[in-house]
């Protein structure tokens, strides 16, 4: 409940919803308000509601994915293209974010502001060729892998996001997704997302990301440099994630170690990046 309420702002405009919230110390964003309203927060006295800003679509062209931020968690999983683009991988990762429940509520762009160090989208947009807008208040396009960086600059900077897209893989690609949770639909407390694209039956494109295991999801680019253009085979994708597992910094928890959390780290990259391998060379 937000008890000490005193502002509610309904926008019509983008510009005026970032203005709003810029200009207003106390003020904050409400999207799909699952996070804003469980919190609680007995100081919070204004709230921008961004319902009529437009922005809760997805749609599916023949080039991209694009996904309003204040589209539902659960909108974004029932679209027919979701389940089809990058091996369902989008929609498998946000299936593990909340409960049915809460995803009908929780808007795509608050899951990302929101997200801890296992967040399962995120990790999952991190190996897809996607960027993101956000408005400050000029609409201003970056890279995934740039906002994820970056995102507590923007917290503070009190932008909006707008937007996502996702670029449609080519059709010789595949991804790969494995979690570890206390139950098969908890949240996860370590997940691994990998893509493959191969050419000539080798790969010539790879992403891989872990959550869980670092501060924040995080690209292994040491290990898809190393095996990039090989031959894959679970020891050779074992020995190449070794150094990017060397730089991760796990924080304990009530539900994992450290050790625990690097542990499977490697053996859930490991996992998705032979999943995503063999798909691939399915479809060559």
């Known amino acids: 409940?937000?008890?000490?309420?005193?502002?509610?702002?309904?926008?019509?405009k983008?510009?005026?919803?970032?203005?709003?919230?810029q200009?207003?110390?106390?003020?904050?964003?409400?999207g799909g308000g699952a996070w804003t309203v469980a919190q609680g927060d007995p100081s919070l006295e204004f709230v921008v509601d961004l319902q009529d800003l437009g922005l809760d679509y997805v749609e599916a062209t023949l080039a991209e994915f694009k996904i309003g931020a204040t589209a539902s968690l659960q909108a974004l999983i029932d679209h027919p293209d979701a389940a089809l683009l990058a091996s369902g991988l989008l929609a498998r990762a946000a299936g593990y974010v909340q409960s049915r429940n809460l995803r009908e509520q929780g808007s795509v762009g608050g899951t990302l502001i929101i997200a801890d160090a296992a967040e399962p989208l995120t990790t999952a947009l991190l190996v897809l060729d996607a960027d993101i807008r956000y408005a400050d208040p000029v609409v201003h396009k970056a890279p995934f892998m740039s906002f994820v960086a970056y995102r507590d600059r923007l917290i503070k900077a009190r932008a909006l996001i707008t937007e996502?897209?996702?670029?449609?893989?080519?059709?010789?690609?595949?991804?790969g997704f494995e979690v570890v949770g206390r139950s098969p639909k908890d949240k996860p407390i370590v997940c691994a997302a990998a893509y493959v694209e191969v050419?000539?039956?080798?790969?010539?494109?790879?992403?891989?990301?872990?959550?869980?295991?670092h501060a924040q999801p995080v690209r292994f680019h040491k290990t898809e440099h190393i095996l990039s253009g090989q031959f894959l085979t679970s020891?050779?994708?074992?020995?190449?994630?070794a150094p990017a597992l060397a730089d991760?910094?796990?924080?304990?928890?009530?539900?994992?170690?450290?050790?625990?959390r690097l542990a499977m780290a490697g053996v859930l990259a490991r996992r998705a990046i032979m999943g995503a391998w063999q798909a691939a060379r399915r479809l060559s």
């Open 14 to 21: 983008i510009e005026d919803a970032v203005a709003l919230v």
């Open 23 to 30: 200009s207003n110390a106390n003020a904050v964003y409400l």
């Open 248 to 260: 991760l910094s796990p924080v304990a928890d009530f539900r994992g170690s450290a050790e625990y």
């Open 199 to 213: 050419d000539e039956g080798l790969p010539n494109a790879m992403r891989v990301a872990v959550g869980g295991a």
């Open 1 to 12: 409940m937000l008890r000490n309420l005193k502002h509610y702002k309904r926008p019509t």
């Open 235 to 241: 020891d050779k994708v074992t020995q190449a994630l």
């Open 164 to 175: 996502l897209r996702v670029q449609r893989p080519p059709a010789k690609s595949a991804a």
